[in-house]
């Protein structure tokens, strides 16, 4: 199979489970990032995709100053279907002879600082999908940041994307959204301390359980509109 049909394929697995968006970038420079537990495996692999399933406007226009059920339950399947499409896309990879890791879409291996096996939105960037938002998280230009996201790692020869060279503009309208003065005018400005004790705060009841949030990706909602 000629390598645009292999993408195209993949591409068409992810679409077909909800995955709106998809791109591909090398992975050389960021694997001295990666937690360890998967460093030493991702040598043999020199390519990332990276996949993108939205988070449904509908849920979150019932969020109104914290986090509910909705969006709980809303969050979790998101989860679920991002773990389906990374594995599906690389078993697919595997029965076509190459070798791939699925990385799960929101495992913490680590507490303080919280960690992963690595970061979906700086893999999501390089591969294109979007750019880094004053509320630090990927901005696609279809869905603002109402988007989720899931790495498949892969010694698969595919062509690179690239970021697409946007950002924020004149657009400010998370800072006021967030309850914990997280956001500011540059993304370096970002208070992942605040943001944290807030979705902290969020998760003690005991039906939320989890740290989520979501109320910067309300007014986040994507420059194109279709
Ligand atoms: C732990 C975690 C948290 C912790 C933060 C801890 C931390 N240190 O980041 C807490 C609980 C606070 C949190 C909160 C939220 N999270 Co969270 N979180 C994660 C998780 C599981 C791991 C993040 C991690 O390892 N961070 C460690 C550092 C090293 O990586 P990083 O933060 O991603 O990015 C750094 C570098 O990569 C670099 N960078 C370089 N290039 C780029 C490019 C871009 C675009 C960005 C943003 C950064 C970046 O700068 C960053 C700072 O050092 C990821 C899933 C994953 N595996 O990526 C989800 C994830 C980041 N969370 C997500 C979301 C949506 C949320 C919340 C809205 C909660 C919710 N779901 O309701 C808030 C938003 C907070 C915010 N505005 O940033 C999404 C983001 C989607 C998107 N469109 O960007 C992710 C990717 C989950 C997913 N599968 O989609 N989260
Ligand atoms: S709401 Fe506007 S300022 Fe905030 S991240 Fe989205 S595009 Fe950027
Ligand atoms: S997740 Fe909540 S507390 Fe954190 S930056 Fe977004 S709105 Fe603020």
Redesign the pocket.
Known sequence: MKSEDVRDRLRQIADSMGGRAFGVCRIDELRE?FHVEIRDASKKLNTALSV?VPVSPGVLDALIDR?NMI?KDH?QQI?HT?NDIAFLISSQINSLGYNSIP??????LKWK??????????I???AGL????R??????EKYG?Q????TVLTDMELEPDKPPGLDCDDCYACIDACPAG??SET?EE?D?NA??KK?AEFARPEHIGT????L??QPCSGKIQT
């Not at 988007?147 to 899931?150: D, E, T, Y």
């Not at 740290?211 to 979501?214: A, K, L, N, V, Y």
């Open positions: 990032s993108g986090p969006y969050y989860n991002l990385i799960p879409a929101s495992r913490l600082p919280m960690r992963a096996h690595l970061s979906h939105r700086e999501a960037h390089k979007g750019w880094w938002g509320n630090n998280l990927l901005i696609t940041a988007i989720r996201l899931v997280a956001i993304r970002f992942l943001c944290y979705v740290h989520i949030c979501g910067c990706l």
